[in-house]
């Protein structure tokens, strides 16, 4: 049966490490895939029960007070069906990046607008190359080492390596804008396009 993303998520997180509740689940997947995948955390605790109910993940440890959170582990047929949706062709959603939406439309923007946005980008991209690089020595500890971590380190070497692209763009598109407003501001009735400057 068709399956949200959010079901192979839980799955994903349940493989690395079992006996995890609803709230380990969230917290597992926003110090790890949550710096590349967006997830609606009001969905884990329903899918939680959905996958329960296919058979997918077994209540791991009996809740003996309602205070206690329940813990989940994976079944064999959630191994299987994790497996099989691993196997399947990757499906990227298109990216909805305000950034972007603002800059292609920046020449409508007063001047200095876009370079504002382009060093607010440049100083979160820099923070999330910083952060990047600290995960990167930590899990390079030998108290870390983890099956799994070749992979983990793959998808890290990635992030870097697309945030050391970016901070270049950055660079480039800086001095790009830096120039570009300052020809307008020697020749502001360059910055009028479209039928307002034809009536001019």
């Given amino acids: ?61 009996p809740a003996s007070s309602p205070k206690l959170r329940q813990g989940y582990s994976l079944t064999d047929a959630g191994r299987v069906c994790l497996r099989d949706w691993l196997a399947t062709p990757f499906q990227n959603d298109p990216p909805r990046n305000e950034f972007l939406l603002k800059l292609f439309f920046g020449r409508e923007a007063a001047p200095g607008v876009a370079i504002a946005h382009v060093r607010n980008l440049q100083q979160k991209n820099e923070q999330m190359l910083a952060t990047m690089l600290q995960i990167e020595a930590f899990a390079h500890a030998p108290s870390t080492q983890n099956p799994h971590q070749p992979y983990w380190m793959l998808t890290l070497s990635l992030g870097i390596a697309l945030t050391r692209a970016a901070i270049e763009w950055g660079k480039s598109a800086l001095e790009e804008l830096v120039s570009m407003d300052a020809v307008v501001a020697q020749d502001p009735q360059s910055a009028e396009v479209g039928p307002a400057a034809g009536k001019a």
Wanted: hydrophobic share 35%; glycine share 8%; proline share 7%.
């Fill in 1 to 61: 049966m068709p399956r949200n993303r959010t079901s192979y998520v839980i799955l994903g997180i349940l493989s690395i490490e079992p006996n995890k509740s609803g709230y380990d689940i969230r917290k597992a997947v926003e110090s790890s895939v949550g710096y590349f995948w967006s997830e609606s955390y009001g969905q884990i605790y329903p899918t939680l029960k959905q996958l329960a109910a296919e058979g997918l993940v077994v209540p791991s440890k």
